[in-house]
T-cell receptor, first 113, second 110 residues
């Protein structure tokens, strides 16, 4: 079982609020990712990090920002949430194994009213 | 940029019937991965294929990677209700980028 945790699992907030979605992994993985997924749809990469102090934007443009100050922690922040940000946000990490397996957290379902 | 297309988008089967989902990439891939996402859950890794023409089996699941390394398929024999979920392929490049397909939502009627 993967050791990657996301909080909160569910969040309902009003427009304009600042939110931070937390993601932590205890596997010592260098590579971490944030994906955005609407119900029944594909996963879109919005941010990734290959190690401490390394962050890059993904394929899908996002108004969110990320930071990687510690290996195990990769939080995602929205400074001013809007209804268009309503979605599920999935955090994932990858180690050095040849399988290339991505380990996903349970996800954070965000609803912006 | 790289695109990964997956068909069909939906598949409804009766329990016991077979199921296949197909994945096609616009570019040659370094590897292909498959994930399963149960309703309300998160994607779970199933397998990675890296060799041209590779075929791997996991019980009732058979995974294939095309000779040109641009397409792949997942076949489930004799589906069960526990197979319900969305199956995603993800194409990987040599520099580590992974692009997910749109997924196939499988419904199994008992």
């Amino acid at each position: 079982e993967a050791d990657i945790y996301q909080t909160p699992r569910y969040l309902v907030i009003g427009t304009g609020k600042k939110i931070t979605l937390e993601c932590s992994q205890t596997m010592g993985h260098d590579k971490m990712y944030w994906y955005q997924q609407d119900p029944g749809m594909e996963l879109h990469l919005i941010h990734y990090s290959y190690g401490v102090n390394s962050t890059e934007k993904g394929d899908l443009s996002s108004e969110s920002t990320v930071s990687r100050i510690r290996t195990e922690h990769f939080p995602l922040t929205l400074e001013s949430a809007r209804p268009s940000h309503t979605s599920q946000y999935l955090c994932a990490s990858k180690g050095q194994a040849n399988t290339g397996e991505l380990f996903f957290g349970e996800g954070s379902r965000l609803t912006v009213l | 940029g790289q695109q990964v297309m997956q068909i069909p988008q939906y598949q409804h089967v009766q329990e016991g019937e077979d199921f296949t989902t197909y994945c096609n990439s616009s570019t040659t891939l370094s590897n292909i991965q498959w994930y399963k996402q149960r309703p309300g859950g998160h994607p779970v890794f199933l397998i990675q294929l890296v060799k041209s023409g590779e075929v791997k089996k996991q019980k009732r699941l058979t995974f294939q990677f095309g000779e040109a390394k641009k397409n792949s398929s997942l076949h489930i024999t004799a589906t069960q209700t526990t197979d319900v979920g969305t199956y995603f392929c993800a194409g990987g490049t040599s520099y580590g980028k992974l692009t997910f397909g749109q997924g196939t939502i499988l419904t199994v009627h008992p």
